[in-house]
């Protein structure tokens, strides 16, 4: 089973900053990463499926990108509801779906 | 507009069963995988199982195989998960979750569920 390791666990920031978050496979993946948000008391939300591709109605200031086993989600300028904990996610074929454990972006 | 809805959750003594649903509507079901994840309280995301649109292939974490058991129902629009046996460990917020394609990613998610098991 792919592990997936994110990094920071928590991202301590101010609004407009840039936020780096990074997902490290245990293997090379041959298939897709995608990329979750989630906020308090809420189901999470797809921002970045293929490694790089956004999600419908996600704004631009989402980014996703790496391959192999380093994967990266920026954010560019963090808004005041972008403080959430993100998630990295990916599925081999014919295995299990398994999720990073999270990086939550904090406000600092 | 997608919308998913889970029903079923509650609080049940270790070793109980439950089966929660999960209600679909604004696209064609039968034509999705779909999954559940949980959310245990405090912690990460987990997948728990999936399965095609047509009802096959299942899949399951190893945590809950033999313990679970995940079906559809397409002519009423309808996800299920049965689960038997249950362990305080699987207390969580579960929710139900469709694929967005070729089974690699969830785009569309309901507001979950709780399940507690607990004496």
């Known amino acids: 089973e792919i592990v997936l390791t994110q990094s920071p666990a928590t991202l301590s920031l101010s609004p407009a900053e840039k936020a780096t978050l990074s997902c490290r496979a245990s293997?090379?993946?041959?298939?897709?990463l995608a990329w979750y948000q989630q906020k308090p008391g809420q189901a999470p939300r797809l921002l970045i499926y293929?490694?790089?591709n956004r999600a419908t109605g996600v704004p631009d200031r989402f980014s996703g990108s790496g391959s192999g086993t380093d994967f990266t989600l920026t954010i560019s300028s963090l808004e005041p509801e972008d403080f959430a904990v993100y998630y990295c996610?990916?599925?081999?074929?014919?295995?299990?779906?398994?999720f990073g454990q999270g990086t939550k972006v904090e406000l600092k | 507009e997608v919308q998913l809805l889970e029903s079923g959750g509650g609080l049940v003594q270790p070793g109980g069963s439950l089966r929660l649903s999960c209600a679909a509507s604004?696209?064609?079901?039968?034509?999705?995988?779909m999954g559940w994840v949980r959310q245990a309280p405090g912690k990460g995301l987990e997948w728990v199982s999936s399965?095609?649109?047509?009802?096959?292939?299942?899949y399951y974490a190893d945590s809950v195989k033999g313990r679970f058991t995940i079906s559809r129902d397409n002519s009423k629009n309808t996800l299920f998960l049965q689960m038997n046996s249950l362990r305080p460990e699987d207390t969580a917020v579960y929710y139900c979750?469709?694929?967005?394609?070729?089974?690699?990613?969830?785009?569309?998610w309901g507001q979950g569920t709780l399940v507690t098991a607990s004496s």
């Open positions: 979750a469709r694929d967005r394609q070729h089974g690699l990613d969830f785009d569309y």
């Open positions: 604004g696209f064609t079901f039968s034509s999705h995988a």
């Open positions: 399965i095609g649109g047509s009802g096959d292939p299942t």
């Open positions: 293997q090379r993946l041959t298939t897709s």
């Open positions: 293929d490694a790089s």
């Open positions: 996610q990916q599925r081999t074929s014919r295995g299990p779906w398994t």
